[in-house]
């Protein structure tokens, strides 16, 4: 192989690329931050709730759990026009990753749902503790303790999963690389690059999360 | 008037009746010993008084008022007035020993944090763990938590506290600790009811002593005529086999 690397035509691009890795970083963050929302509220509801609510969500879970990521997004970006609902890209990548999250975030938090210690429920009752209370102040603490660790894999694998926004033209980190490549052709060095950011930027969600769940919620768990 | 009192009470796991019928009233600065075979619905009494288990006929007044257990609301009244500290402790795990003792009064009673804080401080010093404030449950004794959760219980200023075999979990060594808490709170005239296999402290704290069998109070005395001179056999053999060892 004769190739020779060149990535003194690419480096000038960093900045583009570093804007991307920061705007892909913002799509997971929200998307993350919007499906805790959703999956804490709708585990608290499956925990508690009716059973027409839990048959509710457990279709929600199943349909966005069993289908493609980028089938759902597609569908609100190409369909939803058709009611009448225009999403730009980046909405409707947002907007998809979040619903997404929310799936599988009310499906890792169930299990904490479910194991959270009745004794100490039963303790807040009879300290006056309503139903709200008792999810913020006893179930909340225990899931976030205990799910921690898949809790923040999951963010992991989301702020990878903000590529599939290059498909539909939005610049993050994938998209900027896809536009550098078309400018330089230096493809290998570009990806070689870009693939190092999408480390770099793990490695630090790792690290920071390690040290969040660390302190925050005395999970015993090493630092990634 | 009396403080509490029962009247008539019933319980039922589904279809296995565990009270039958309790009678039982209770003056203000009574400590009641509750005694008697496992099974024998001791315990039953006090998750039922807490609107654990909901009564299937009978009454419970305090203080002149009948207490509605199917309302919720007024189940949350009588919490405010009566409470119960577990055999188990049921500490919160994920709170310190000052966050446990002052999450009841601050998040849902809504009191302001310094004045609680300053309670739940000398409330701790009493149950001599001044110096365990930021200790988490996890890194206590059984018997320190057990005395946190009294400490936690006290924090909401009860009127009657239940105490539901709060020593049965705990190595021997450690019973003392705990029972020296309680003797303390009888010495203030709390309101108590209490369940426990520890004959010998019922019998020195008890102003009257209640032997159940079966779900019912088979007598009802003070401690010296139940333990020396019981009237009924039943609470004789009973009273005989615990004191033999």
Redesign the interface.
């Known amino acids: 192989m004769d190739y020779t690397l060149q990535f003194g035509q690419v480096w000038p691009f960093l900045p583009r690329l570093l804007d991307g890795a920061l705007l892909s970083l913002q799509i997971a963050l929200l998307a993350f931050c919007g499906g805790l929302f959703i999956g804490t509220a709708l585990a608290s509801v499956k925990a508690f709730g009716p059973v027409w609510a839990r048959r509710l969500i457990n279709a929600y879970v199943v349909f966005f759990t069993n289908t493609p990521q980028l089938v759902q997004i597609y569908f609100l970006f190409f369909a939803l026009p058709d009611a009448g609902i225009l999403l730009s890209p980046y909405a409707a990548v947002l907007i998809g990753m979040t619903l997404n999250a929310g799936a599988y975030l009310t499906e890792i938090q169930r299990a904490g749902f479910e194991s959270r ?1 009745q ?2 429920m ?8 309503n139903r709200l ?1 008792q999810i913020r ?2 179930v909340l ?2 899931v976030a ?1 205990v799910l921690f660790p898949p809790l923040s894999n999951h963010f992991i694998l989301m702020t990878l999963g903000t590529s599939m926004a290059a498909i539909f033209g939005v610049e993050e980190l994938t998209g900027q690389a896809l536009n550098v490549n078309a400018q330089t052709f230096r493809s290998i060095e570009v990806f070689t690059l870009t693939g190092l950011i999408y480390i770099v930027l793990t490695l630090i969600a790792s690290v920071a999360l390690g040290l969040l769940g660390k302190f925050a919620f ?1 999970a015993r768990m090493r630092l990634a | 008037m009396h403080h509490l009192d029962i009247k008539g009470l019933e319980a039922a796991y589904g279809a296995v009746p565990v009270l039958s019928g309790i009678d039982l009233p209770v003056a203000k600065g009574d400590v009641i010993g509750l005694i008697g075979p496992s099974g024998s619905g001791k315990s039953t009494i006090l998750r039922v008084l807490m609107g654990l288990i909901p009564p299937t006929a009978g009454t419970v007044t305090l203080e002149g008022n009948l207490v509605d257990y199917r309302d919720a609301a007024a189940v949350r009244r009588l919490r405010e007035r009566v409470a119960i500290v577990f055999q188990q402790y049921n500490l919160f795990q994920n709170m310190t020993v000052l966050e446990n003792v002052t999450v009841a009064p601050v998040k849902i009673r809504k009191r302001p944090k310094g004045e609680v804080e300053t309670e739940a401080r000398a409330l701790l010093a009493k149950v001599g763990l001044g110096d365990k404030l930021d200790r988490f449950p996890d890194q206590l004794s059984g018997g320190q938590q057990q005395r946190v959760a009294i400490a936690r219980a006290l924090a909401l200023k009860p009127e009657i506290l239940l105490l539901d075999e709060v020593t049965a979990a705990l190595d021997p060594e450690l019973v003392s600790e705990v029972l020296d808490s309680i003797r303390l709170l009888a010495e203030d005239g709390m309101t108590m009811l209490i369940v426990s296999h520890e004959m010998g402290f019922i019998r020195e704290v008890s102003s009257r002593v209640a032997f159940l069998d079966r779900g019912r109070i088979i007598e009802m005395d003070d401690a010296r005529t139940i333990f020396d001179a019981p009237r009924e056999e039943r609470t004789r053999s009973f009273v005989s086999k615990i004191l033999r060892h």
């Open positions: 210690r004794s100490e039963e303790a807040a009752e009879v300290l006056g503790f209370q102040y006893v603490p225990h303790r005395r």
